[in-house]
């Protein structure tokens, strides 16, 4: 038995070869005509914390990359776009950005992810050589050689919000709130060095833990202490409608301003969120042809799939168009040429004009928005091009 | 302000008791801590969440919630739970899988994001000449009810009278002729009940999201530490610890008050010689 084996084996192995060498044929034809595809890695909590976020900036990234596809990719080349599970945190993203790097051979990193991640994914692309473009909002600071942000940081939402509510609705007594932890704090550090510089005085300041949703004993300091309005910062979702909720039912009315709530949010808290201003670069309500270009276009391609885009999200498509047309420009998908190109670039997408020229972050356009009674956002103003400020002096 | 910080105290207290009170029954007559009561009050935030979408009236939640509850808990003490009250140990991490999964299937079926449940009650009303939310003081008056109703059972009903002989001495009660095994059924589907009960009064409180029940399990695990199986014992701790936590957060910060829950209980559980 053993000894028939062996003797059938060569002829085994040739046939096999010879299937196999048949096969690759038409495939290494289709190869060599079609160029290699332009890696974009896009790490991203698919799981934890930001996992409510995630499909949506998938579903941004993907509608980019199909539209330049479209039109004939970038340089003759076709993108594509490979989503990876960051887990929300620093050791999913160590992973995520090796297996992007390594296993991918992805040209460059374009994605949204907490601060955790980023601080630890950042490192390893620049190791690698790899550009970096992030596009979620953020508390600042984060400089690299390769890392580009395309999203805001707190001094181009926290002053026009706290500028209009002084100006607009005669705040001057404040009454500020926070969710304990770095982005809550960091957020009202901001709204209170602003506040100072326009002439107000802060009244009380208070953190609640994460995971306390009960404000009870905040409301009635807030309730003592009797401001003009309130500017509050929690960490995203839940707690934003929590605190709003109590607030509500405790029978306070002055303004409140938002540090923290997005669209979404409001929207499934119903009318607990009514009224309340925030500030932002991207609404669904934003009325401009590329928006309404780009809403339309998500829908038609996800139909009852589509996650709402958001603030989150939208910066993802820009940050793909701004990459495309850095390569075209350069010619090239080297990082050094392209760190060259990418500040010139402005492209003009859903949320207005983008240019990533300010020590590699952006000037944004800063819109001021309200939450209306049946949870819906409505944008009143826009502010125009709010500067990032000094984030990497050491910059460009 | 002294009259607010009295409401603070009350209905915080009011609220810690409707949410811990389903944890007590079944710590009292099964002898286990079921950890999957913040699954419970979860699903029961979730009956909200589809009332609304049905467009039912809100207080409808309620008693969707509560059969729900009951009807999940007779299933898994069926299924699962009356296999293991041998191993008490085993059912901790049975209620822990538990809570595990039906947070799973919340997920699932309604995503990770926070889901809107209408409010009967959003307005605040004048109390002794402070303004405060009407429904926490719906609430309060709530817990005092259900702690009569219960009590109510207990000293009153043929059940009551049961499950009172299973408290004290199961393997007596047995020898009596009592079906310990109908009693724990029950026992466990009311508690059950009463936390998802729990969990649709918090919707007009807070946002409804799968894990929302997380926090809630923790204080009420201390609770019903500190008060053993006494209805009685379970409204004091609730004011003297909800009492607590209001006043450090007041006077201190929340930071600390969120922290007075645990530390006091701790301290009392120390201290506290007569075990009830």
């Known amino acids: 038995m053993r000894k028939s084996w062996a003797s059938h084996r060569p002829r085994l192995l040739a046939t096999l070869l010879a299937v196999l060498a048949l096969a690759m044929v038409p495939a290494g034809a289709v190869r060599s005509q079609d160029k290699k595809p332009i890696v974009i890695a896009v790490p991203v909590g698919l799981s934890g914390v930001n996992s409510v976020v995630a499909p949506a900036v998938v579903q941004s990234g993907e509608l980019a990359v199909e539209e330049i596809n479209a039109k004939g990719g970038v340089l003759g080349r076709k993108l594509q776009l490979v989503p990876l599970d960051d887990e929300s945190g620093p050791a999913g993203a160590v992973k995520a950005f090796n297996t992007a790097i390594r296993q991918h051979k992805a040209d460059t990193i374009i994605t949204m992810e907490t601060s955790a991640a980023r601080n630890a994914g950042a490192p390893i692309a620049e190791r690698a050589k790899t550009l970096f473009i992030y596009t979620s909002f953020y508390e600042g600071r984060a400089c690299g050689k390769n890392l580009f942000i395309n999203a805001w940081v707190p001094e181009q939402v926290v002053p026009p919000l706290i500028k209009f509510m002084t100006d607009e609705k005669k705040v001057k007594k404040w009454f500020a709130v926070g969710s304990d932890y770095a982005f809550g704090r960091g957020m009202i550090e901001a709204a209170k060095s602003t506040i100072k510089g326009a002439g107000g005085t802060i009244l009380g300041e208070e953190y609640q833990p994460l995971q306390q949703s009960d404000w009870t004993a905040i409301i009635s300091k807030i309730r003592a202490a009797n401001p003009d309005g309130i500017i509050y910062s929690t960490s995203g979702g839940g707690p934003n409608i929590d605190f709003m909720k109590q607030f509500k039912a405790a029978g306070l009315t002055m303004p409140v301003g938002s540090l923290s709530i997005d669209e979404l949010t409001a929207e499934a808290g119903g009318n607990a969120a009514e009224g309340v201003y925030y500030t932002g670069d991207y609404f669904t309500g934003l009325d401009n042809p590329e928006n309404k270009k780009f809403l339309d276009a998500m829908k038609k391609k996800f139909g009852a799939n589509l996650k709402t885009p958001n603030s989150l999200s939208e910066p993802e498509y820009d940050g793909i168009y701004a990459y495309a047309m850095a390569v075209e420009k350069a010619g090239t998908t080297d990082v050094d040429k392209l760190l060259q190109v990418l500040p010139m670039i402005v492209f003009k997408g859903p949320r207005g004009q983008v240019r990533m020229n300010k020590q590699h972050h952006a000037p944004l356009p800063v819109y001021l928005a309200q939450v209306q009674a049946d949870g819906k956002t409505k944008v009143l103003k826009s502010f125009g091009l709010v500067d990032p400020g000094n984030q990497c002096p050491n910059l460009k | ?276």
């Open chain 2, 1 to 276: 302000m002294f009259t607010t910080q009295l409401l603070d105290v009350v209905t915080t207290a009011g609220v810690l008791y409707i949410v811990a009170l389903g944890l007590l029954i079944v710590y009292g007559v099964l002898k286990i801590i079921n950890l999957a009561h913040g699954a419970f009050l979860a699903v029961g935030a979730y009956a909200g969440v589809v009332t609304t979408g049905l467009g039912w009236n809100p207080w409808t939640a309620l008693l969707l919630a509560f059969v729900i509850g009951v009807a999940l808990a007779a299933l898994v003490e069926w299924r699962v739970l009356r296999r293991l009250y041998a191993r008490p140990l085993d059912t901790i991490l049975a209620t822990w899988g538990l809570n595990i999964i039906v947070v799973q299937l919340i997920t699932l079926y309604f995503g990770r994001e926070i889901r809107f449940a209408e409010s009967a009650i959003g307005r605040a009303v004048s109390v002794g000449g402070a303004t405060y939310s009407e429904y926490r003081m719906v609430l309060l008056l709530l817990a005092v009810i259900l702690g009569v109703a219960v009590w109510l059972v207990t000293q009153r009903t043929q059940i009551g009278i049961v499950a009172r002989a299973v408290i004290m001495n199961e393997e007596l009660a047995q020898a009596l002729g009592i079906n310990t095994r109908l009693v724990r059924f029950m026992t466990f589907c009311l508690g059950a009940g009463l936390a998802a009960l729990a969990g649709a009064l918090l919707t007009p409180l807070i946002s409804v999201h799968p894990n929302l029940g997380v926090p809630w399990l923790i204080n009420a695990f201390m609770l019903v530490l500190v008060a053993g199986v006494s209805l009685a014992n379970l409204a004091l701790a609730a004011l003297v610890l909800g009492g607590a936590q209001v006043l450090v957060s007041s006077y201190g910060n929340p930071v600390l008050g969120s922290l007075t829950i645990v530390i006091l209980a701790v301290v009392i559980l120390r201290f506290r010689t007569i075990t009830i």
